[in-house]
């Protein structure tokens, strides 16, 4: 793949790259997460910001991937610093699916959802998702992934019910990522080990991901 966006004479195809291989590293605990900021602060500036809604879609995604880097770092300010950044450049082009990639105002505020989540402030989380509104038609896996960050956060502020039924509405909305993303996991096993007898469908939902 570094090869073809070398190859292809579009500076925005290299960036896209080095946005995926920074994807790749998000779970790759702190070493990984160095070299994604890495990946994310040399692709910017590579990148220049020609004015184009396209390249600013691009750059804008690579914040709002640093503002997850950051914040599996621990560090607030500086994921909240890359946010802003996105929020304003969403502003300017909107809702936007470029390069496979989709940025826009809703996209920032799902990752300023799970950016808290990371930093275990899960009261900040919910206030954050509470003023999301998901559009009809936007892509499944950052709807479902919405809905996983969202159940992780009730679930750490002993909302069982809607944790549970958050990731139901995830299931439904991005089954297959659903069933095997580890964070799901935790979740429906905290679930469990909140109550004396796990009630029918959540060992249903349990045994259908594996936990």
């Given at each position: 793949m570094a090869q073809a966006a070398a190859q292809s004479g579009d500076p925005r195809q290299a960036a896209v790259e080095r946005w995926m291989r920074a994807q790749t590293s998000v779970e790759g605990g702190r070493p990984g997460v160095d070299t994604g900021l890495r990946l994310v602060n040399q692709a910017l500036k590579e990148l220049e910001d020609d004015g184009s809604s396209e390249t600013r879609a691009v750059r804008g995604a690579l914040h709002l991937k640093g503002s997850i880097l950051a914040s599996r770092q621990g560090d607030k300010d500086g994921s909240d610093a890359w946010l802003e950044e996105a929020r304003g450049m969403a502003q300017e082009t909107g809702e936007t699916r470029v390069y496979e990639l989709t940025f826009g105002p809703?996209?920032?505020?799902?990752?300023?959802?799970?950016?808290?989540?990371?930093?275990?402030?899960?009261?900040?989380?919910?206030?954050r998702a509470a003023k999301v509104e998901i559009p009809q038609d936007y892509p499944p896996g950052r709807a479902g992934h919405f809905y996983i960050d969202l159940a992780r956060a009730q679930v750490w502020t002993a909302r069982h019910d809607e944790a549970f039924e958050s990731l139901l509405k995830a299931?439904?909305?991005?089954?297959?990522?659903?069933?095997?993303?580890?964070?799901?996991?935790?979740?429906?096993?905290?679930?469990?080990?909140?109550?004396?007898?796990?009630?029918?469908?959540?060992?249903?939902?349990?045994?259908?991901?594996?936990?």
């Open positions: 809703t996209n920032v505020e799902l990752h300023a959802v799970a950016a808290a989540a990371d930093q275990d402030k899960h009261g900040l989380a919910l206030k299931r439904e909305t991005a089954p297959q990522m659903t069933r095997h993303h580890p964070q799901v996991h935790e979740t429906a096993a905290a679930l469990r080990r909140a109550r004396a007898r796990v009630p029918d469908p959540l060992r249903e939902f349990s045994l259908w991901c594996g936990v």
